[in-house]
């Protein structure tokens, strides 16, 4: 008996002292992969760079990262496993740093008060969220409206309707295909602009409010998907063009970024100066992708950037049926520039 005891020991198949060891071993293994999971991403956040597959989707959940660390933390107490206490500690406290909302505050605008806008963005998923887009419109009526995966079917048919054209007398389209399509309207006149290029359409407004001219761009860069990083990184980096080239007329760039401000592509974009309307109204983290998941898991893909003349003071994220994202309505103040 006290061979065969002795043997399990060994081996850690019995229930004497060798299965401590053997567990600890185990839990210390599962702790070292968790922290390499939540750690990778927070190394190329710090760098400013957002690495290669799978960093940049990696980063965009990068505050559910706590989640992985966190149990990490809990496998190193159990496992007695000192590294990976402070291990999973640094990379706690990181992602905690990180979370915070980016980029400077805004200075107040000095000129008087043109108009109080309603802008309102929506990816309708290849056109499947037609119904729900329409009635937001009645609902909120935003004054300027930026329309991403606009199909010709269902979505460039609606827009064309009779009670659409009736509130929103101006309107631009873009793009001809489910994912590719999109479109503009606008209580205001506008005339078109130019666009942004890319796989999907980014086309661009200069609308005239109380005798200011705005330009309104919308945002569709391609996903980061493993195929297209490349495209991705490209398209952003051509809206961080055409914001750090702007005149001195206000602008805004509203919609499906495909990007967080934890991706550096996107804070390059911030960078020049535009301003996120959700992180100047409190709401720096709401998800607005995947909505199954919202409000509870998600990342904030969905923008409306604005330039300095343009004062956000509400934000609020809009469930609409049939399509993966949330749409955003921003009330905000255009002012007189400098």
């Known amino acids: 008996m006290a061979t065969e005891n002795a043997t399990a020991a060994r081996t850690g198949t019995g229930t004497g002292p060798g299965r401590a060891p053997r567990r600890r071993r185990a839990a210390r293994v599962g ?6 999971v939540a750690t990778a991403p927070l190394v190329f956040r710090a760098a400013g760079s957002d690495g290669v597959t799978p960093v940049p989707q990696l980063l965009a959940f990068l505050p559910w990262l706590t989640a992985p660390a966190g149990l990490a933390l809990a496998l190193s107490l159990a496992a007695r496993w000192r590294p990976g206490l402070f291990w999973a500690a640094a990379a706690l406290l990181v992602t905690a740093a990180f979370v915070r909302p980016y980029g400077a505050e805004a200075p ?29 419109l009645r609902r909120e009526r935003p ?15 609606a827009l064309d309707s009779a009670p659409v054209r009736a509130a929103y007398p101006y309107r631009l389209r873009a793009g001809y295909g489910a994912a590719e399509g999109s479109a503009v309207l606008s209580r205001f006149p506008l005339t078109r602009d130019g666009a942004v290029a890319g796989e999907l359409a980014m086309p661009r407004a200069a609308v005239t409010v109380a005798g200011q001219r705005l330009h309104f761009q919308v945002a569709h860069p391609m996903p980061p998907l493993p195929a297209s990083l490349g495209t991705w990184r490209a398209e952003l980096g051509r809206l961080r063009a055409l914001a750090a080239a702007r005149g001195h007329e206000p602008l805004i760039i509203a919609g499906d970024f495909n990007s967080s401000q934890d991706h550096a592509a996107f804070r390059a974009l911030l960078d020049t100066g535009l301003r996120d309307s959700a992180r100047r109204t409190g709401h720096p983290r709401t998800p607005s992708w995947p909505s199954r998941t919202t409000p509870v898991l998600g990342a904030q893909i969905d923008h409306v950037l604005v330039s300095d003349a343009l004062r956000p003071h509400a934000a609020r994220f809009l469930d609409l049926p049939d399509t993966d994202h949330r749409a955003l309505l921003v009330e905000l103040d255009l002012h007189a520039p400098r």
Not at 31 to 36: I, P, T, V, W, Y
């Open 31 to 36: 702790a070292a992969l968790l922290l390499f």
């Open 108 to 136: 107040a605008p000095h000129g008087p008060v043109l108009a109080r806008l309603r802008v309102l963005t929506a990816n309708l998923e290849f056109g499947r969220a037609t119904d729900g887009l329409l009635a937001t």
């Open 143 to 157: 004054d300027l409206v930026a329309v991403q995966e606009c199909d010709r079917d269902r979505c460039a048919a």
